[in-house]
């Protein structure tokens, strides 16, 4: 078994069937997730990616039923097993089992070592589109597993060209389905503070850009995103990826803007370091 | 094996692992379901349900893989081996498995048949206190399997010896977590037309109230039910069940009205005739 995932305390293979039908997370969807990657073999910055999972399982009145130092061993036993250079791993925390289909009792945890998602140099180096859409993430601070709407549009997003979901709400915009989102106005980089994920490669950004640019953190309203010189969007697979168009609207020129392309340098050399 | 389910074409004890760790239900809360119970060892209104969880799918842009007769079927199939009177199904249609975690491709079909949940004499004979609780669901038409606010608000409920929550939001009531609500007015039967899922049992009670009360089935606002002669709330499990207390606010006497109890007597008179 290459990619294998560890469940409640054992190792199987990922594709083994696995869990009792009454999961509160299959059944009720009570559950979080979390995902990061490998760089150099190493889980980049574990320490953010575990803190942010262990408080988004206590938001749930749930606790990660390991140590963040047992965690890491069954990482390292996963990535071992897999004999891939890059690896991502999936941690899932649900409810668990519920004989009355609603009372939490013991949470089921699973960590699933998966292989990274292709890359798609097409979206890097021409930039993406993406269709805003009405929507705020119910506890968006929450890495919940809800995620519906995102497939619900897949069918719409695949019609019109689109890479992605941007969420908006009364005329302020907050994150794509599974990625923040930045933009530049001038030296400004501007990312929403509010009614997003605290993601973590948005906080590696964050901190790569402080030195170089005019870092603002607040709400964003959509006329402010439309009208930018320069947006990209950021998560862990996909780093920097440039938003050239929003529904209708083209982003300045339509290509990747320089300070997209430096910071996404930046970020390269951190990671390609990773690990060292 | 007594209580058995269905799955993707095969039967399965209850407590089989069954579930392979990458269905989109699970990770992505991409999945919806339906549940009711027999009389008489009769599916109560069968039609109605199979009717809506075929819509539901269809809003997820799903089909049930198997016709109303094949379930039907499986159906007679669980009931025979489960030896019981009476038993509840549960369908759940989830995404299926997703080698990227994202993309439906095949869904898949469970059909739970599960004991009955206990009845609750009390609640019938006392009635009930809810929780106002700020929210509207997603999607309340479609039954979604996502049921996370009931879950997070468990321990709430339980301190404030509450049974439920009711949900509104700018002044206007939709419905409680799991069930329709109703309220009486003097002869007028109102309950809310908006931001509720169509329950089976509410269409019910409709039915059986029309002849004798002044039915309105329109906008309510949170304020009418504070001040309602009457207050209940309807579910394939619970039929009708008094609410006699709203948060901090008292119906009426703080007792179940007899209107509710009459109709609670239509339905009972229903449903243990239901079959022949």
């Not at 549009?153 to 969420?167: P, R, S, W």
């Not at 980089?189 to 402080?210: K, Q, S």
Request: glycine share 6%; hydrophobic share 40%; charged share 25%.
């Amino acid at each position: 078994m290459p990619y294998a995932q560890y469940f409640n305390g054992q190792i199987f293979p990922n594709d083994a069937d696995l869990l009792k039908t009454n999961d509160l997370g299959l059944l009720r969807g009570y559950g979080m997730f979390d995902y990061f990657r490998t760089y150099n073999g190493v889980p980049f910055r574990w320490d953010d990616y575990w803190t942010r999972f262990a408080n988004s399982a206590r938001s749930l009145h749930m606790a990660p039923p390991l140590t963040q130092d047992e965690t890491a061993d069954i990482l390292a036993d996963l990535y071992k097993r897999s004999g891939e250079a890059e690896v991502a791993f999936r941690f899932v925390l649900t409810g668990g089992y519920a004989a009355d289909s609603v009372t939490v009792t013991q949470p089921n945890f699973l960590i699933r070592c998966e292989p990274l998602p292709k890359d798609n140099p097409t979206s890097l180096r021409e930039g993406i589109k993406v269709l805003p859409y009405d929507y705020v993430r119910d506890l968006p601070e929450i890495k919940t597993t809800n995620y519906l709407h995102m497939i619900l549009q897949a069918g719409e997003m695949k019609a019109q060209g689109a890479a992605d979901l941007l969420f908006h709400k009364g005329g302020e915009i907050s994150e794509l389905t599974r990625s923040n989102v930045f933009l530049f106005k001038g030296d400004a980089l501007i990312t929403p503070d509010r009614n997003v994920l605290n993601g973590i490669t948005r906080r590696a950004f964050l901190e790569l850009a402080a030195p170089h640019f005019d870092v603002q953190v607040r709400p964003v309203l959509f006329d402010e995103l439309i009208n930018a010189d320069e947006c990209f969007t950021t998560s862990t697979t996909k780093w920097a990826v440039p938003i050239v168009q929003v529904g209708e609207h083209t982003i300045a020129d339509g290509h990747p803007g320089k300070r997209t392309v430096f910071l996404r340098e930046l970020f390269l050399k951190v990671v390609e370091e990773w690990g060292s």
